[in-house]
């Protein structure tokens, strides 16, 4: 049974606090990222407002996890800032119930933004802090997260075919909750002696591989922004139902599920190169498809199905990346490095940019962009992604 496994070391691993975290964390997620651009556009908001409240939500990305990342590795109160960090986000996140004029909205979503967002980043440092010698079974431990997302995806999209979209914030606000009172069963391991920093964080930021793969997670957010802002706008226009497009939604977590399940294996297999190198060129045809063959039913759900590398695989990877970086003390700033370049600064600059291009050049020029940049991604990884932490994982 997963939640009796232990590491070497004795330690059994809480497999179902974690898991229940990565449930309603994701179930908070699924309810919002496919539904949130159709709330603010029921609300009134052009393409270019729609992309800037969003970027706002990714902004906190960049500094938020940096700041908790920091106080974590140097208080080693981690759980405990999480804890704080849920129970504000969801305190904050009630602002919505407020005013929904631009100006208010930007405040509420910055604000709760900035806690909510920081807490991911850090309870993965605990999830494999108890995970220990057996990070490659970390997929395990995170699919509870795309099952959650599934779940809350598929349910909001038949709830609103029948319901007002304008009753999406009380479902995010109860997942929300949610995840803050997760976080009370969760236990922190305590911290072992032998994890203390023998390299300064800037030596190895610095180091070139480390640059490369901050910029190509950078790219690869910049490419999926259309995705997260407008693909559910996109796919009403070509007349797809809302409960439609939460099943595509969900369909894509679903591949992704699949291959967490798989990912330990694929890691013992095949170099952390390789992954990224397949996944980058894999995620590239997507966009693709999505900008030239939407009105084809079976092409997007081949893209859909694509989710499985574009997120699954590349998420795996980067976490095992930053493990293997930063593992000796500074991993808390690590991962929140990964998070704010990625989802914070990737994904805030992505929203803007495809705001624009989508009122400027429609679906086709935003999407090929996403196709362009990702292959970029792909050729900064392939030149530069050669150093032993990106050989086939060891544990």
């Avoid at 599920?257 to 013992?268: D, G, Q």
Wanted: with cysteine; glycine share 8%; proline share 2%.
């Amino acid at each position: 049974m997963p939640g009796c496994d232990a590491s070497s070391t004795g330690h059994k691993v809480p497999y179902w606090p974690l898991s229940r975290f990565y449930f309603f964390y994701f179930a908070a997620l699924g309810a919002m990222l496919p539904y949130w651009s159709l709330f603010l556009k029921d609300l009134g908001f052009d393409a270019k407002q729609i992309g800037w409240l969003i970027a706002v939500m990714s902004c906190t990305r960049i500094v938020a996890p940096n700041i908790w990342g920091w106080l974590a590795d140097k208080t080693n109160q981690r759980l405990y800032i999480i804890r704080v960090g849920a129970s504000l986000g969801f305190l904050f996140f009630l602002g919505i119930f407020i005013s929904h004029s631009f100006i208010w909205l930007a405040i509420v979503i910055f604000c709760y933004s900035f806690f909510w967002n920081a807490i991911l980043a850090q309870f993965e440092v605990i999830t494999l802090t108890h995970l220990a010698d057996k990070r490659s079974t970390y997929s395990h431990v995170r699919l509870w997260g795309s099952i959650g997302f599934i779940g809350a995806v598929a349910l909001m999209g038949v709830i609103f075919d029948y319901l007002n979209i304008r009753y999406l914030p009380h479902a995010i606000a109860f997942f929300m909750l949610m995840i803050w009172l997760s976080t009370v069963w969760v236990k922190e391991r305590p911290a072992q002696t032998d994890l203390e920093a023998t390299q300064g964080l800037w030596e190895i930021v610095k180091q070139p591989a480390v640059v490369a793969f901050f910029l190509v997670s950078f790219l690869l957010q910049i490419s999926h922004a259309p995705y997260y802002v407008f693909f559910s706008i996109h796919l009403e226009e070509y007349s797809y139902s809302r409960a439609l497009i939460g099943q595509l939604w969900a369909l894509g977590v679903l591949a992704e599920v699949v291959i967490f399940i798989y990912m330990h294996r694929i890691m013992r297999s095949y170099s952390l190169r390789t992954i990224f190198l397949i996944s980058f060129f894999i995620t590239a045809m997507r966009w693709l498809i999505i900008a030239y063959c939407t009105q084809y039913l079976g092409l997007v759900i081949l893209a859909q199905c694509a989710h499985a590398f574009s997120f699954g695989a590349l998420h795996a990877a980067a976490i095992e990346v930053v493990h293997r970086y930063f593992g000796g003390g500074h991993e808390g700033q690590g991962q929140a490095l990964y998070s704010s370049s990625s989802f914070g600064a990737g994904a805030a600059v992505g929203a803007v940019l495809s705001g624009y291009l989508w009122a400027n050049m429609g679906a086709r020029g935003t999407f090929a962009m996403s196709t362009a940049v990702c292959l970029l991604a792909l050729v900064i990884a392939f030149i530069s992604f050669r150093t032993q932490e990106f050989q086939k994982s060891d544990s």
